[in-house]
């Protein structure tokens, strides 16, 4: 029987934060001095990973994606790549990565045998990257996206989180480089995740915006061609290099279709990215069964939130720090 949760969804996706530490102190994430990292002796190790994966893919997940913080700042995820790769009923592993370290690593990720890779990247001019992340590294990013273009033809994506008085300047130089390297650019509306916790509803740049200021830029193919279960809407370029997508996920909440569940880098399963309880599996991961593991894993995906209360009067922020979630 699938993993299905009270609500009727089929439950196929695990993004699992291999790590809450970056390289990067984007401002709306952390204080520039970072933050308190999990204790070293609660990390997953890459066998506790491929454990809980092993179980849950038994139990029908069948995607999977790497997060952070940065998934790269934690050494030897070639090997963990690997490892996962071992995994039967894993039929896609995919990453997302801020792109510092990416030019560097990008051959070993495909040839570990990585699927597709997404890279975060809000603004593609210098100082205004400097000032977002708090580092001055746009060079290194593009270098590292063009290197995964090389290595992951048709299956690299930039992840921009849209910014009222960011993004908008950014639309032609966005449509442009996703035309040069054809690949998709997508536009997440921004969500109270917030480290200082100021995000405000008129604070979102919705995604109906930013389509008609990117139409002002690059004509889009008429028809959006992403699946349904995906949380992105998305176009390609009438000149058939490259697109654009919009994750509108408080414009337009796709709670309804939602396939995903998350696992913190010390074992925390996360129903929804707005979750405000979780369930600690790490001593389950470390001296339970494996019966144990998938018998709570099935309980607790039974018991997925409808989902996020961000348009509601009550909506109650999660307590968690998005760099500890992986997005
Ligand atoms: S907010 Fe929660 S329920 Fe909605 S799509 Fe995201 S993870 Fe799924």
Partial sequence: MPLNDAYGRVITKMRISVTDRCDLRCTYCMPAEGLQWLPKAEILSFEEIVRILKVSTELGIRKVRLTGGEPLVRSGIPTLIRMIRELPNVKDLAMTTNGI??????????????????????????????????????????????AASDVFPGRVKINAVAMKGVTELEYKAFAELAEELDLIVRFIEFMPLDAEAKWVAGDVLTGSEILAGMQKHVELEEKPFSDVHSPAVEYRFKSGRGGVGFINSVSQPFCESCDRVRLTAHGRLRTCLFSIQETDLLPIIRTGSEEELGRVLTQCIWNKEEGHQINNPDFQRSDRPMSQIGG
Avoid at 106 to 114: K, S
Avoid at 133 to 143: G, N, P
């Fill in 101 to 146: 370290q990416l030019a560097q690593f990008a051959p070993a990720l495909a040839e570990a045998g990585l699927d597709r890779i997404n890279i975060s990247l809000d603004s593609l001019d210098r100082d205004r990257f400097h000032q977002l992340t708090r580092r001055d590294a746009i060079d290194r990013v593009l270098e590292g996206i063009r």
